[in-house]
């Protein structure tokens, strides 16, 4: 979404896999830019993946990352082998009988913010899972995220949310590559109905539920070596 923090689990993924992660602009170390956006973050991305020299990639996304990631997907072109949704969605919609989102919930987090970020970070971590993940997010990692992450960054970035989920659907389907849809069980933000809709959009994408949000789960690690696995030794 906003800062690499929110990958918990890179060491254990690093222990098979290569791994390139960043923060967006504005975040840390990472230069502001006029317009932040998920465009920009986008941009960031393929940057980073052009720093690389990867031949092939597989994109991994959670949680509000998924527009980004979408767009980072198709930038990749032929270096996009498979695609890894965490909350998986086709909208970030908050309207109607099957919102991809929670409009109560989103707007609450869009208050805390402005109100007091810290309490805002902490409830934003234990209402996704984090707080359940040994070594994931407890006092020393909130104030982290604090330090990096600017709150006239963090503000507007969820307040585009549901406007920068509009693209996601057409890019996701234009990706010609395997995908991995997970899903966070009884998440409050991301609702039931999104993932269902996601899974009917994209019926060949193998599925999986897991009861914490993917980028902090132990339990998500060997179902995503077990599919880059699949991709690896695929036929061409």
């Known amino acids: 979404m906003l800062t690499e923090l929110e990958w918990p689990i890179r060491p254990l993924l690093e222990e098979w896999a290569h791994v390139a992660s960043y923060d967006a ?8 830019v006029s317009a932040p956006s998920s465009g920009a973050t986008a941009r960031r991305g393929l940057e980073e993946l052009d720093r690389t020299g990867w ?25 996009l082998r498979g695609i890894v949704l965490g909350h998986a969605r086709v909208s970030n919609s908050v309207d109607g009988p099957r919102a991809a989102l929670n409009r109560e919930v989103l707007s609450g987090i869009q208050n805390l913010i402005r109100a007091d970020p810290r ?14 993940t040994e070594g994931g997010y407890g ?21 585009a949310r549901v406007a920068e989920g509009e693209t996601m659907a057409a890019r996701l389907a234009s990706l010609n590559v395997p995908m991995l849809l997970a899903q966070h069980r009884g998440c409050l933000m991301f609702t039931e109905e999104g993932f269902e809709d996601a899974v009917a959009a994209f019926p060949d994408a193998r599925v999986y539920r897991c009861d914490e949000k993917p980028s902090t789960s132990a339990d998500f690690v060997p ?5 880059c696995g699949s991709l690896a030794t695929a036929p061409a």
């Open 25 to 32: 602009p504005g975040v840390g170390d990472e230069p502001a």
């Open 223 to 227: 179902v995503l070596r077990e599919f």
């Open 55 to 79: 031949d092939g990639c597989i994109v991994v996304a959670d949680e509000f990352g998924l527009a980004a990631a979408a767009e980072v997907a198709v930038g990749a072109g032929d270096r």
């Open 139 to 159: 006092d020393a990692m909130v104030d982290e995220w604090l330090r990096r992450v600017p709150i006239d960054v963090a503000e507007p970035f969820y307040d």
């Open 119 to 132: 309490t805002f970070v902490h409830q934003l971590f234990r209402m996704t899972g984090g707080e359940r």
